[in-house]
Structure formats: structure tokens, C-alpha cells
């Protein structure tokens, strides 16, 4: 069983930047494929980043492309969101997420059928 527990979330003005901290329990982090998703009101979660097990790989959303930063520190069991020129559209709940199976399939990274488990988010709120 892994836990994964996110913090970090605020109310922010558009501009501002957050950095999203996601810790995870467990023995096996260093071997999982991390990512973030988020769901603002209304809609359906949608994937924002992914990172491979080493942090060597990366893939984002196209539309947080050279604002968001995804990375992992595997000796602290943990992955960050570094969320910088935050828009009033990146207002969600942001959620981490485990990919046990430590895949790496670009095709399939967006899918939240691949993760499986989930901490219980943290709400962003992007004032204009």
C-alpha cells in the first residue's frame, strides 16, 4: 500500500508561482512513474506532468509547457510541482499520483487508468 499525501496549495494571484510538494510512503517510490493531474469544477481530471522513476524523463500538458517544472527528490520520497506564471485556468484540485508499474508509455502517461493510487488533493485558486 502507498500513500501519497499533497500539500502546497493556495490562493495565489495570476502571476504568482506555487510549488506543490506530493509525499509518498513506502519503500518502492524510487522505482514509480509520479505524475499530477487536476480537475477544476465542473470538468473532467485532466494530466498535467508525468516524471520517470530517475527524473530523467518528463511530459507535460501542452498548455503548462515552460511554466510548470515536475521533478522528484527519491531520497525524500517525494515529487514536486513547481507551478510559476499560474493563470486564473490552472484553478483545480491537484492531485499526485502512482504508477507502480513504473511504465513509460507517452501514448498512455494521460490516462488516470495507469496510476494506481492517489493522494487526496490540494486546491489552487488563481485569482485574475
Known amino acids: 500500500q502507498v500513500q501519497l499525501v499533497e500539500s502546497g496549495g493556495g490562493l495565489v494571484q495570476a502571476g504568482d508561482s506555487l510549488r506543490l510538494s506530493c509525499a509518498a510512503s513506502?519503500?518502492?517510490?524510487?522505482?514509480?512513474?509520479m505524475a499530477w493531474f487536476r480537475q477544476a469544477p465542473g470538468k473532467e481530471r485532466e494530466f498535467v506532468a508525468a516524471i520517470n522513476w530517475s527524473g530523467a524523463n518528463t511530459y507535460y500538458l501542452d498548455s503548462v509547457k515552460g511554466r510548470f517544472t515536475i521533478s522528484r527528490d527519491n531520497a525524500k520520497n517525494t515529487v514536486y510541482l513547481q507551478m510559476n506564471s499560474l493563470k486564473p485556468e490552472d484553478t483545480a484540485v491537484y492531485y499526485c499520483?502512482?504508477?507502480?508499474?513504473?511504465?513509460?508509455?507517452?501514448?498512455?502517461?494521460?490516462?488516470?487508468?495507469?496510476?494506481?493510487?492517489w493522494g487526496q488533493g490540494t486546491q489552487v485558486t488563481v485569482s485574475s
Open positions: 513506502g519503500r518502492t517510490f524510487s522505482s514509480y512513474t
Open positions: 499520483a502512482a504508477n507502480v508499474a513504473s511504465s513509460w508509455r507517452t501514448t498512455r502517461l494521460r490516462l488516470g487508468s495507469e496510476y494506481t493510487y
